[in-house]
Structure formats: structure tokens, C-alpha cells
């Protein structure tokens, strides 16, 4: 379940250093005087809720198979049965993981006033479930499935009894088309890049969390806030080619630094 902030917990992060109290408060300061803060967040955001990021290949799941080959849209056309035979798994677990207190402090971010909307890549649904509301999921979602041939969106668990109950292992519509889950596969398009553009050129601050910013789209959209004049926060664990040009680059644990953010934007 999600882990509670409290204060008893931040003092002792303060008192071992593990927190760099500095950068706390001038990440939080800077949130203050934004009108217009745009959370940009990547696989780094979920890590802390044991989702390993299933498109590198060599971990996990993936192991032995080339998740390029089979999880491209190419792959699910001509064998649905084999692409669900490694995608079933990714969409089961997603059932058995929680939001961890990144996932809720950038929706307590939302609701406190202060971001005005979320992009993420990430397809897992976790800031969802921890409360976010105005997200756009640039990669999609595996919360639902839609038909391919009548565009019918079922939700995931509908998506898992069908296979389970098909012969085949093939959910199928009642149209005869098959369901795909609602992410972007490897060769599709993109569904909702201009509306990510748009409000990364809105963005006056944009908070990047758990990206180290190599994968597209995100490693476009920070730009688009730099070239009028935004201003970048990064909070990664690894370096990201963008951290020169950040107001800030934090290399901590994003689910300890940002409910210590949240901690201190309530104080004020
Ligand atoms: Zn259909």
C-alpha cells in the first residue's frame, strides 16, 4: 500500500542526510512561484512499486525474447496468440502492484494547486490510482483494451477473462475483431503527442521525475518549455543530458525527495 509521509519520517531523512535539505526547499520554492507546472514522468516514477521498465531489453520478463519483435504492432497483427503470450503477464502483474508516495506526491502536487497537468510514458495506471487527474499517458495505457476493427474499449480485467476463456488465447470482440491493449506498440503512432507539445509550451516550470530523458517523446518536450523560457526541475538518478540546462538536478530517490517537496509546500 502507499507508504504514509509523515513528519516523524522526514526529520529522520533530515537528520541522516539522506535528503539534501537544500535542494528540498528550493524545489519547493520554485513550484511557489510557478503559474503553469508541467510533471513530466518516466519508468524512474515506478521503479519504487517493482515495475522494472519492460522495454529494456535483458530484464525481466524479457529476458529471451526481443520485446521489439514481439510487441510491435507488426508482431500483433500477424500472431495475437504469441503476442499475448508475453504480454498477458505484463498486464496480470500491473494487478498485484501499488502506487508508491512518488506516484502521491505528484498527485497531491494536482490537487494542492500547484501542477496543472502530468505527462507520462509510463502505462502502468499508477498515477491514476494514486489520484491524478489530468494526465495525458503519451504511451498509452494497459487499464484498457480496444477493438481493432469497431474501436470498442473494454477495461484490462474484461481483457484478461477473454483470453483466459478463449480457446485460442485470443480476446476476441464481438464484432470478430481483436482487442489490443491501449498502449502504444512498437511502429504506432503516437495518440496524444500535440497535446503533450502543447502543454510542455505552456509549461513556465516543468518537473521532470524518474526520466533520464533518452526515450521519445520526453526527451523532446523538455525543449519546448526551454525555448519560452520555462524553467527545468530534474529529479532522476542518473545523469540526463538536459541536467546543465535544469534549474536543478536532483539525484535522489524520487519517492523519498518528493513527499519531503510536498512536506515542506504544505508548511508554507
Ligand atoms: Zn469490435
Same mark, same amino acid.
Given at each position: 500500500?502507499?507508504?504514509?509521509?509523515?513528519?516523524?519520517?522526514? #526529520?529522520?531523512?533530515?537528520?541522516?542526510?539522506?535528503?539534501?535539505?537544500?535542494?528540498?526547499?528550493?524545489?519547493? #520554492?520554485?513550484?511557489?512561484? *510557478?503559474?503553469?507546472? =508541467?510533471?513530466?514522468?518516466?519508468?524512474?516514477?515506478?521503479?519504487?512499486?517493482?515495475? %522494472?521498465? !519492460?522495454?529494456t531489453? &535483458?530484464?525481466?520478463?524479457?529476458?529471451?525474447?526481443?520485446?521489439?519483435?514481439?510487441? *510491435?504492432?507488426?508482431? !500483433?497483427?500477424?500472431?495475437? +496468440?504469441?503476442?499475448?503470450?508475453? /504480454?498477458?503477464?505484463?498486464?496480470?502483474?500491473?494487478?498485484?502492484?501499488?502506487?508508491?508516495?512518488?506516484?502521491?506526491?505528484?498527485?497531491?502536487?494536482?490537487?494542492?494547486?500547484?501542477?496543472?497537468?502530468?505527462?507520462?510514458?509510463?502505462?502502468?495506471?499508477?498515477?491514476?490510482?494514486?489520484?491524478?487527474?489530468?494526465?495525458?499517458?503519451?504511451? &498509452?495505457?494497459?487499464? #484498457?483494451?480496444?477493438?481493432?476493427?469497431?474501436?470498442?474499449?473494454?477495461?484490462?480485467?474484461?481483457?484478461?477473462?477473454?483470453?483466459e476463456?478463449?480457446?485460442?488465447?485470443?480476446?476476441?470482440?464481438?464484432?470478430?475483431?481483436v !482487442?489490443?491493449?491501449?498502449?502504444?506498440?512498437? &511502429? #504506432?503512432m503516437?495518440?496524444?503527442?500535440?497535446?503533450?507539445?502543447?502543454?510542455?509550451m505552456?509549461?513556465?516550470?516543468?518537473?521532470?521525475?524518474?526520466?533520464?530523458? +533518452?526515450? *521519445?517523446?520526453?526527451?523532446?518536450?523538455?525543449? /519546448?518549455?526551454?525555448d519560452?523560457?520555462?524553467?527545468?526541475?530534474? =529529479?532522476?538518478?542518473?545523469?540526463?543530458?538536459?541536467? /546543465?540546462?535544469?534549474?536543478? %538536478?536532483?539525484?535522489?530517490?524520487?519517492?523519498? !525527495?518528493?513527499?519531503?517537496?510536498?512536506e515542506?509546500?504544505?508548511?508554507?
Open positions: 500500500m502507499i507508504r504514509a509521509i509523515t513528519t516523524q519520517k522526514l #526529520e529522520v531523512f533530515y537528520m541522516e542526510n539522506i535528503i539534501d535539505n537544500e535542494k528540498v526547499n528550493l524545489v519547493a #520554492e520554485l513550484i511557489k512561484e *510557478s503559474k503553469h507546472t =508541467v510533471v513530466l514522468t518516466g519508468a524512474g516514477v515506478s521503479t519504487g512499486s517493482g515495475i %522494472a521498465d !519492460f522495454r531489453p &535483458g530484464t525481466g520478463i524479457w529476458e529471451k525474447v526481443d520485446p521489439f519483435k514481439v510487441t *510491435s504492432i507488426t508482431a !500483433f497483427k500477424e500472431n495475437p +496468440q504469441r503476442f499475448y503470450h508475453f /504480454y498477458l503477464p505484463r498486464i496480470e502483474m500491473l494487478t498485484r502492484v501499488f502506487p508508491n508516495t512518488a506516484h502521491e506526491a505528484i498527485a497531491r502536487l494536482e490537487e494542492m494547486g500547484y501542477a496543472k497537468y502530468l505527462i507520462t510514458q509510463n502505462i502502468d495506471n499508477l498515477h491514476r490510482r494514486a489520484g491524478s487527474k489530468k494526465i495525458i499517458e503519451v504511451h &498509452g495505457t494497459l487499464r #484498457e483494451a480496444v477493438c481493432r476493427r469497431c474501436e470498442k474499449i473494454i477495461a484490462s480485467e474484461l481483457l484478461i477473462e477473454k483470453i476463456k478463449s480457446e485460442e488465447k485470443i480476446p476476441y470482440c464481438e464484432c470478430g475483431g !482487442f489490443k491493449p491501449n498502449v502504444v506498440l512498437f &511502429g #504506432e503516437l495518440p496524444d503527442l500535440d497535446g503533450a507539445i502543447y502543454q510542455s505552456r509549461a513556465d516550470l516543468m518537473l521532470i521525475i524518474g526520466s533520464s530523458l +533518452q526515450v *521519445s517523446p520526453v526527451n523532446i518536450l523538455p525543449q /519546448y518549455c526551454l519560452r523560457g520555462g524553467k527545468l526541475i530534474i =529529479v532522476n538518478f542518473m545523469s540526463t543530458h538536459l541536467d /546543465y540546462l535544469a534549474e536543478v %538536478a536532483v539525484k535522489e530517490d524520487v519517492c523519498d !525527495f518528493l513527499p519531503a517537496v510536498i515542506v509546500l504544505r508548511r508554507k
